[in-house]
């Protein structure tokens, strides 16, 4: 999949975001941001089914959605550096548009739907139907078919 925009619940005013304040290093937050405005700080790749979530940047290394060593309910996103069969960089992106942590349960989450700008997000227990763990993607454009 291209580089594209998380938008949290549907909605395209608010995405997902690295805090451009912090350095972009090991452990910069994953926050909710009102600013959509496409910039490489809110760009990243993911595909439907097993998946990295990660940061389009033209950093080396290349930074991923990291859940930490110890993931439980309550822990904060933040971008790590790239590693391939790493539990904590292991998403799987669901038909019901929820980012799950692969075998642990645990969803993408803007805690207590508390729907600010800058506000950091975590992994909380996946919930069917919890609005808090919706995260879509812009439907990509069909290229148009080459003239003759």
């Known amino acids: 999949?291209?580089?594209?925009?998380?938008?949290?619940?549907g909605d395209t005013t608010k995405a997902v975001a690295i805090n451009t304040i912090s350095k972009l290093e090991n452990g910069t937050p994953v926050q909710l941001s009102f600013?959509?405005?496409?910039?490489?700080?809110?760009?990243?790749?993911?595909?439907?089914?097993?998946?990295?979530?990660?940061?389009?940047?033209?950093?080396d290394p290349e930074y991923c959605l990291d859940?930490?060593?110890?993931?439980?309910?309550?822990?904060l996103m933040k971008?790590?550096?790239?590693?391939d069969n790493l539990p904590a960089q292991a998403w799987y992106y669901t038909g019901d548009n929820r980012i799950a942590l692969e075998g642990q349960g645990f969803c993408l989450d803007l805690p207590n739907a508390n729907a600010t700008?800058?506000?950091?997000?975590?992994?909380?227990?996946?919930?069917?139907?919890?609005?808090?763990?919706?995260?879509?993607?812009?439907?990509?454009?069909?290229?148009?078919?080459?003239?003759a």
Do not use: E, H
């Open 1 to 9: 999949m291209n580089p594209t925009v998380i938008n949290f619940n």
């Open 35 to 59: 600013a959509v405005d496409g910039q490489a700080s809110q760009r990243w790749t993911l595909n439907r089914g097993p998946t990295k979530v990660k940061l389009n940047s033209s950093s």
């Open 67 to 75: 859940a930490g060593a110890n993931p439980q309910n309550g822990t």
């Open 79 to 83: 971008v790590w550096q790239c590693y």
């Open 117 to 147: 700008d800058g506000q950091t997000l975590q992994i909380w227990a996946c919930t069917t139907g919890n609005t808090n763990q919706i995260w879509t993607v812009p439907t990509a454009v069909p290229s148009p078919a080459p003239s």
